[in-house]
């Protein structure tokens, strides 16, 4: 038998549980739940037992030295269980993490009780809504006075997730803003030296104001030059058949987010890449920014990137689905139960069945 987790973890690896029930009985239980491709996930124990009062947390933290770090996921998150298992499970970035953080896990779907920074009440799946928590792992970063410093939104490589880290150890928001700090200290890696082009992407002049009779959502891919998760979104996410009939019912643009190059936004404004970028802050590369058909942002997807997870964010917003359900993850869950019901397999982990470099 595996061991036990904490009780303050199993709130975090399932929504009705409040028993010590070791984690191979919860994947078992798990087997036939929504989440298809669960994984299910021992937290360390060094994790924080926290009473969830943030400013209690965050004063502890800070006599102690510490940050603290806000840990939303929810039961059987394969990416969670990747955050855990391929970034904590290396013994330079949990040491990182013992030495300057304090973490506390909220479930994003729990009923647990949250005094959050401004002393209001909250519960944990109430707090995750009025946080727009829309993707598990989301990491938040607070300062001393509870402002969030650093928000990561899904799941970062090890790679990326250490120089996250040393940011706000560093105590670097006051010097550098993030996305600068990234770029100058990111450790290289072997990728490709140019931009990535599809043949869905507008062409420049890129004008993207929204007239009044616009019926087309807008999908702008910020992305930048030597990116490898942008290699990896271009040869192993985008050649899915079934993705790129999606993408065809946008307005698609790619934009290099440090570049010069003019744009007019949806909301009229002209302006360069690099600055619109800067605007929206878009931290990461790639990053895909949803717009519906009257310009309004709607929802983003950062970093890292799965065929099916890009096909939902895009057709979340195609579909008008989010006028109706505002959580992206319970969403998510429905279209893989509707395309189950169609007999058809859903692998939230995987890439495009498909060679780098071909097209279906």
């Known amino acids: 038998m595996l061991k036990q987790a904490p009780l303050h973890m199993l709130y975090l690896l399932t929504f009705n549980l409040v028993l010590f029930y070791p984690v191979s009985v919860l994947a078992a239980e798990n087997k036939e739940g ?10 360390p124990d060094w994790f924080k037992e926290s009473f969830l009062n943030f400013p209690d947390d965050i004063e502890e933290a800070k006599e102690s030295g510490k940050r603290l770090v806000v840990f939303f996921q929810q039961n059987g998150c394969p990416y969670c269980n990747a955050l855990v298992e391929r970034n904590l499970a290396q013994k330079n970035i949990a040491e990182k993490v013992k030495k300057n953080f304090d973490i506390v896990g909220i479930n994003m779907w729990g009923d647990r009780e949250v005094t959050y920074v401004n002393g209001k009440q909250y519960s944990e799946k109430t707090l995750a809504e009025a946080l727009k928590v829309q993707f598990t792992p989301t990491l938040l970063f607070y300062d001393e006075n509870g402002k969030i410093i650093l928000r990561l939104n899904g799941y970062r490589s090890p790679r990326k997730f250490n120089v996250d880290l040393d940011y706000v150890a560093q105590r670097k ?35 993207l104001k929204v007239a009044s009779n616009n019926k087309t959502p807008i999908a702008v891919f910020f992305e930048q030059k030597d990116c490898p998760d942008c290699d990896t979104l271009h040869s192993k ?10 993408i065809s019912k946008f307005e698609a643009v790619q934009l290099d987010m440090w570049s010069k190059t003019p744009v007019v936004t949806p909301g009229g404004k002209k302006t360069t890449a690099r600055e619109w970028a800067k605007i929206l802050d878009v931290k990461f590369a790639p990053s895909i920014v949803v717009f519906n058909e009257k310009g309004k942002e709607i929802i983003r997807t950062e970093g890292s990137f799965k065929v099916f997870h890009t096909q939902g964010i895009l057709d979340y917003v195609l579909s008008g689905a989010y006028e109706k359900q505002p959580s992206f993850q319970r969403y998510l869950t429905d279209r893989a139960d509707h395309i189950r019901e169609q007999g058809k397999d859903v692998d939230i982990w995987n890439y495009a069945d498909q060679k780098p470099g071909e097209r279906k």
């Open 237 to 246: 996410v985008l050649p899915d058949k079934d993705l790129r009939n999606i």
């Open 173 to 207: 928001e006051n010097d550098i803003k993030y996305r600068d700090y990234v770029k100058a200290n990111l450790p290289p890696t072997k990728s490709s030296k140019n931009m990535h082009k599809e043949d869905f992407f507008k062409k420049e002049p890129f004008d």
């Open 34 to 43: 929504k989440f298809y491709g669960a994984k299910m996930t021992e937290y």
